[in-house]
């Protein structure tokens, strides 16, 4: 099996942990670099991004982060996640950091405000492309969405209606993997069984 970790300085830890381990993985925790050094993937969760920034900074992650991924470790982020892997951030605080793994602009809270968070049933390539597969439960809270990609960057969802109809909220670049939404809250394990034969491959 392959070991993965989930970043455990803040955010939606367990829910990420159930998931990866109902998709076949071992996990562990991870809040310090002794334990990024062990795990094959590391899964970055929902949270705030810009604690989440601060507290990487605290927990001396950064560096060993930033190597860990410019090696190639595969990496899967959800919301604030996936705006900290991205290299580009917009509506962010000027003193945030980010990891600059994946070559997109993001914008933060795009979506709006706390209480226009929403759920909607969406395409993802990969998952619910192939036959007899149910669309996928895509739960966003006050998630961002990628506003541009780069020419190596794979768009795997869109909202499919809707005010934001078309925006971009699933991407792959190579073993760097992000979405807007939250699938460790529905029970759908898919997303994370396609982070888990991501690392197998790797
Ligand atoms: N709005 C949060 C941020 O800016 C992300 C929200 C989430 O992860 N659910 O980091």
């Known amino acids: 099996k392959p070991l993965i970790g989930v970043l455990a300085l803040q955010g939606d830890v367990r829910e990420h942990t159930e998931g990866l381990i109902a998709a076949g993985a071992d996990v562990v925790a991870v809040r310090r670099a002794s334990e990024l050094d062990r795990v094959d993937g590391l899964v970055i969760p929902g949270g705030e991004s810009t604690t989440m920034s601060k507290l990487l900074g ?99 969802a869109t909202v499919p209606s809707g005010p934001a109809a078309g925006r971009v909220v699933a991407v792959r670049q190579a073993n760097v993997l992000a979405t807007s939404f939250h699938p460790e809250v529905t029970g759908d394990h898919r997303v994370h069984r396609y982070f888990v034969d991501l690392v197998r491959a790797a």
């Open 58 to 156: 605290v927990f001396d992650l950064y560096d060993p982060l930033v190597a860990r991924l410019g090696d190639g470790m595969p990496a899967y982020g959800s919301c604030a996640g996936m705006i900290m892997l991205a290299s580009n951030i917009l509506d962010t605080r000027a003193d945030a950091r980010h990891l600059d793994a994946l070559d997109v602009t993001v914008r933060r809270n795009a979506f709006g405000r706390q209480v226009e968070s929403f759920e909607t049933d969406l395409e993802f390539a990969g998952i619910t492309d192939v036959p007899g597969a149910a669309p996928m439960r895509a739960v966003f809270i006050r998630a961002p969405w990628v506003e541009s990609v780069g020419d190596d960057v794979q768009v795997l």
